[in-house]
């Protein structure tokens, strides 16, 4: 298969189609794995996307979301292509 076929001006970096519909200040969830005492469970983290960063991973471009994480601290760096915005919305 020839590598070119992958990489079109549409989808130049793995996270592109999912990043045409986010925007920094986009509240967005992900799935990530929380340990416990007990046992292992997959559950949805949110957080606010502060901006979108490309970066150079084995020669290839991945787009990565910089996140405030709800509740935490310091900021955590997902793959775009992990996020989606959030149906919640804030009634002020």
């Known amino acids: ?24 200040g986009d509240i967005v ?13 997959f559950e949805t983290k ?8 490309e970066e150079n991973r084995l020669e290839n471009i991945v787009l990565l979301g910089k996140i405030m994480v709800f509740g935490a601290s310091e900021y ?3 793959p775009v292509i ?6 919640k919305q804030d009634y002020l």
């Open 46 to 53: 949110e957080g606010l996307l502060i901006e979108i960063i």
């Open 76 to 78: 955590d760096f997902i």
């Open 1 to 24: 298969m020839d590598k070119k076929t992958f990489k079109t001006p549409k989808n130049k970096a793995l996270g592109s189609s999912r990043a045409q519909n986010l925007e920094p």
């Open 82 to 87: 992990s996020l989606k915005k959030s149906t």
């Open 29 to 41: 969830t992900w799935k990530t794995w929380s340990y416990n005492m007990e046992n292992e469970v």
